[in-house]
T-cell receptor, first 115, second 111 residues
Protein backbone atom coordinates (compact mmCIF):
# COMPACT_ATOMS: atom_id res chain seq x y z
CA UNK A 1 0.00 0.00 0.00
CA UNK A 2 1.43 3.39 -0.98
CA UNK A 3 1.96 5.86 1.82
CA UNK A 4 1.20 9.56 2.05
CA UNK A 5 3.00 11.42 -0.72
CA UNK A 6 4.20 15.00 -0.43
CA UNK A 7 5.98 17.36 -2.76
CA UNK A 8 8.27 19.10 -2.98
CA UNK A 9 10.55 17.64 -0.31
CA UNK A 10 12.53 20.85 0.03
CA UNK A 11 11.81 24.49 -0.81
CA UNK A 12 13.80 27.66 -0.29
CA UNK A 13 12.11 31.02 -0.83
CA UNK A 14 12.64 34.62 0.15
CA UNK A 15 10.37 36.34 2.63
CA UNK A 16 7.21 37.84 1.15
CA UNK A 17 7.20 35.25 -1.63
CA UNK A 18 4.45 32.65 -1.93
CA UNK A 19 4.78 28.86 -1.81
CA UNK A 20 2.49 25.85 -2.17
CA UNK A 21 2.79 22.31 -0.90
CA UNK A 22 0.97 19.28 -2.24
CA UNK A 23 -0.23 16.16 -0.45
CA UNK A 24 -1.70 12.93 -1.77
CA UNK A 25 -3.16 10.84 1.08
CA UNK A 26 -3.45 7.08 1.28
CA UNK A 27 -6.21 5.86 -1.00
CA UNK A 28 -9.57 5.70 0.75
CA UNK A 29 -8.56 7.91 3.67
CA UNK A 30 -11.31 10.43 4.30
CA UNK A 31 -9.43 12.56 6.82
CA UNK A 32 -6.41 14.68 5.96
CA UNK A 33 -4.24 16.79 8.25
CA UNK A 34 -1.55 19.42 7.79
CA UNK A 35 0.97 19.90 10.58
CA UNK A 36 3.75 22.44 11.01
CA UNK A 37 6.93 21.29 12.76
CA UNK A 38 9.43 23.94 13.80
CA UNK A 39 12.95 22.72 14.50
CA UNK A 40 13.22 21.17 17.96
CA UNK A 41 9.48 21.05 18.53
CA UNK A 42 6.74 18.49 18.01
CA UNK A 43 4.33 18.85 15.09
CA UNK A 44 1.45 21.30 15.50
CA UNK A 45 -1.87 20.75 13.74
CA UNK A 46 -2.72 23.52 11.29
CA UNK A 47 -5.84 22.19 9.63
CA UNK A 48 -7.90 19.01 9.42
CA UNK A 49 -10.21 18.02 6.58
CA UNK A 50 -12.94 15.43 6.58
CA UNK A 51 -13.45 14.64 2.88
CA UNK A 52 -13.43 18.15 1.38
CA UNK A 53 -14.78 19.95 4.44
CA UNK A 54 -12.74 21.66 7.16
CA UNK A 55 -13.08 20.10 10.63
CA UNK A 56 -10.52 22.17 12.53
CA UNK A 57 -8.50 25.16 11.35
CA UNK A 58 -8.19 26.92 14.70
CA UNK A 59 -4.36 26.99 14.55
CA UNK A 60 -4.10 28.09 10.92
CA UNK A 61 -2.81 31.68 10.48
CA UNK A 62 -5.55 32.59 8.07
CA UNK A 63 -4.09 35.95 7.10
CA UNK A 64 -1.32 34.16 5.20
CA UNK A 65 -2.05 30.44 5.14
CA UNK A 66 -4.74 28.73 3.10
CA UNK A 67 -5.53 25.12 2.34
CA UNK A 68 -7.94 23.27 0.18
CA UNK A 69 -8.92 19.72 -0.54
CA UNK A 70 -10.87 19.69 -3.73
CA UNK A 71 -12.75 16.47 -4.51
CA UNK A 72 -11.81 15.12 -1.10
CA UNK A 73 -8.53 13.56 -2.18
CA UNK A 74 -5.38 15.64 -2.80
CA UNK A 75 -4.73 18.77 -0.80
CA UNK A 76 -2.62 21.89 -1.17
CA UNK A 77 -1.33 24.20 1.55
CA UNK A 78 -0.32 27.71 0.52
CA UNK A 79 1.58 30.47 2.28
CA UNK A 80 1.33 33.99 0.92
CA UNK A 81 3.32 36.02 1.81
CA UNK A 82 5.90 33.94 3.66
CA UNK A 83 7.66 35.18 6.78
CA UNK A 84 10.96 34.07 8.29
CA UNK A 85 9.12 32.31 11.12
CA UNK A 86 7.36 30.06 8.61
CA UNK A 87 10.60 28.11 8.19
CA UNK A 88 9.61 24.62 9.26
CA UNK A 89 8.74 21.13 8.05
CA UNK A 90 5.16 20.84 6.81
CA UNK A 91 3.77 17.37 7.38
CA UNK A 92 0.68 15.89 5.79
CA UNK A 93 -1.11 12.96 7.41
CA UNK A 94 -4.22 10.95 6.63
CA UNK A 95 -6.53 8.53 8.41
CA UNK A 96 -9.52 6.42 7.46
CA UNK A 97 -11.83 8.52 9.58
CA UNK A 98 -11.88 11.39 12.02
CA UNK A 99 -12.63 9.57 15.25
CA UNK A 100 -9.74 8.94 17.60
CA UNK A 101 -9.70 5.20 16.95
CA UNK A 102 -8.15 5.74 13.55
CA UNK A 103 -4.39 5.80 13.23
CA UNK A 104 -2.81 8.76 11.43
CA UNK A 105 -0.23 8.01 8.75
CA UNK A 106 2.30 10.72 8.05
CA UNK A 107 4.13 11.67 4.88
CA UNK A 108 7.85 12.56 4.79
CA UNK A 109 7.18 16.29 4.97
CA UNK A 110 8.28 19.36 3.03
CA UNK A 111 11.15 21.33 4.54
CA UNK A 112 10.61 25.06 3.93
CA UNK A 113 13.38 27.58 4.43
CA UNK A 114 12.44 31.26 4.25
CA UNK A 115 15.40 33.62 3.82
CA UNK B 1 -1.39 22.24 24.93
CA UNK B 2 0.46 18.98 25.51
CA UNK B 3 -0.64 17.28 28.72
CA UNK B 4 2.42 15.06 29.12
CA UNK B 5 5.92 15.40 30.54
CA UNK B 6 8.85 13.46 29.11
CA UNK B 7 12.61 13.62 29.68
CA UNK B 8 14.31 15.53 26.85
CA UNK B 9 16.78 12.76 26.02
CA UNK B 10 17.88 9.24 26.91
CA UNK B 11 20.63 6.87 25.85
CA UNK B 12 20.35 3.11 25.49
CA UNK B 13 22.85 0.40 24.58
CA UNK B 14 22.07 -1.62 21.48
CA UNK B 15 20.36 -4.90 22.34
CA UNK B 16 19.18 -3.70 25.71
CA UNK B 17 15.65 -2.69 26.64
CA UNK B 18 14.80 0.98 26.27
CA UNK B 19 12.34 2.25 28.87
CA UNK B 20 10.85 5.63 28.03
CA UNK B 21 8.81 7.27 30.81
CA UNK B 22 5.90 9.68 30.47
CA UNK B 23 3.97 11.57 33.11
CA UNK B 24 0.33 12.49 32.47
CA UNK B 25 -0.97 13.32 35.93
CA UNK B 26 -4.06 15.20 34.68
CA UNK B 27 -5.31 12.44 32.38
CA UNK B 28 -9.08 12.00 32.26
CA UNK B 29 -10.88 8.70 32.49
CA UNK B 30 -11.74 8.57 28.81
CA UNK B 31 -8.32 9.61 27.50
CA UNK B 32 -5.97 7.13 25.92
CA UNK B 33 -2.18 7.21 26.02
CA UNK B 34 -0.61 7.08 22.55
CA UNK B 35 3.01 6.77 21.55
CA UNK B 36 4.47 7.91 18.25
CA UNK B 37 8.08 8.13 17.14
CA UNK B 38 9.83 10.24 14.52
CA UNK B 39 13.00 9.06 12.89
CA UNK B 40 15.21 11.77 11.42
CA UNK B 41 13.79 13.32 8.22
CA UNK B 42 10.62 11.22 8.39
CA UNK B 43 7.08 11.85 9.56
CA UNK B 44 5.87 10.51 12.91
CA UNK B 45 4.96 6.83 13.08
CA UNK B 46 2.36 5.26 15.33
CA UNK B 47 3.74 2.77 17.86
CA UNK B 48 1.09 1.75 20.36
CA UNK B 49 -1.76 3.02 22.52
CA UNK B 50 -3.65 2.00 25.65
CA UNK B 51 -6.33 3.05 28.11
CA UNK B 52 -5.55 1.31 31.40
CA UNK B 53 -4.35 -2.19 30.65
CA UNK B 54 -0.83 -2.98 29.57
CA UNK B 55 -0.50 -3.42 25.82
CA UNK B 56 2.02 -5.20 23.60
CA UNK B 57 2.49 -5.34 19.86
CA UNK B 58 5.29 -6.25 17.48
CA UNK B 59 7.06 -2.94 18.09
CA UNK B 60 6.79 -2.28 21.80
CA UNK B 61 5.05 -2.72 25.14
CA UNK B 62 3.13 -0.05 27.00
CA UNK B 63 2.89 -0.18 30.78
CA UNK B 64 0.34 2.17 32.37
CA UNK B 65 0.31 2.63 36.14
CA UNK B 66 -2.84 1.72 38.04
CA UNK B 67 -3.66 5.37 38.76
CA UNK B 68 -2.99 6.14 35.05
CA UNK B 69 -0.84 9.13 35.95
CA UNK B 70 2.23 7.77 34.20
CA UNK B 71 3.27 5.21 31.64
CA UNK B 72 6.39 3.59 30.21
CA UNK B 73 7.07 2.60 26.63
CA UNK B 74 9.37 -0.40 26.43
CA UNK B 75 11.40 -1.33 23.36
CA UNK B 76 12.58 -4.80 24.43
CA UNK B 77 15.72 -5.06 22.30
CA UNK B 78 16.70 -1.64 21.02
CA UNK B 79 18.56 -1.39 17.71
CA UNK B 80 20.36 1.53 16.10
CA UNK B 81 17.29 2.04 13.91
CA UNK B 82 15.24 2.83 17.01
CA UNK B 83 17.14 6.10 17.42
CA UNK B 84 14.35 8.68 17.13
CA UNK B 85 12.22 11.21 18.96
CA UNK B 86 9.48 9.46 20.93
CA UNK B 87 6.25 11.31 21.65
CA UNK B 88 3.81 10.42 24.41
CA UNK B 89 0.37 11.87 23.67
CA UNK B 90 -2.82 11.89 25.66
CA UNK B 91 -5.67 11.62 23.21
CA UNK B 92 -8.91 13.47 23.67
CA UNK B 93 -11.66 10.99 22.90
CA UNK B 94 -13.90 13.24 20.91
CA UNK B 95 -14.81 13.98 17.33
CA UNK B 96 -11.75 15.27 15.49
CA UNK B 97 -8.90 12.79 16.04
CA UNK B 98 -6.57 15.60 17.06
CA UNK B 99 -2.95 14.84 18.02
CA UNK B 100 -1.20 17.33 20.32
CA UNK B 101 2.54 16.71 20.32
CA UNK B 102 4.97 17.85 22.99
CA UNK B 103 8.73 18.05 22.53
CA UNK B 104 9.17 14.30 23.07
CA UNK B 105 12.21 12.31 24.19
CA UNK B 106 15.24 11.91 21.95
CA UNK B 107 16.33 8.28 22.29
CA UNK B 108 19.88 7.55 21.18
CA UNK B 109 20.71 3.88 20.79
CA UNK B 110 24.46 3.34 20.89
CA UNK B 111 26.54 0.37 19.80
Amino acid sequence: EAGVAQSPRYKIIEKRQSVAFWCNPISGHATLYWYQQILGQGPKLLIQFQNNGVVDDSQLPKDRFSAERLKGVDSTLKIQPAKLEDSAVYLCASSLGDSSGYEQYFGPGTRLTVT
Amino acid sequence: DAKTTQPPSMDCAEGRAANLPCNHSTISGNEYVYWYRQIHSQGPQYIIHGLKNNETNEMASLIITEDRKSSTLILPHATLRDTAVYYCIVRVMEYGNKLVFGAGTILRVKS
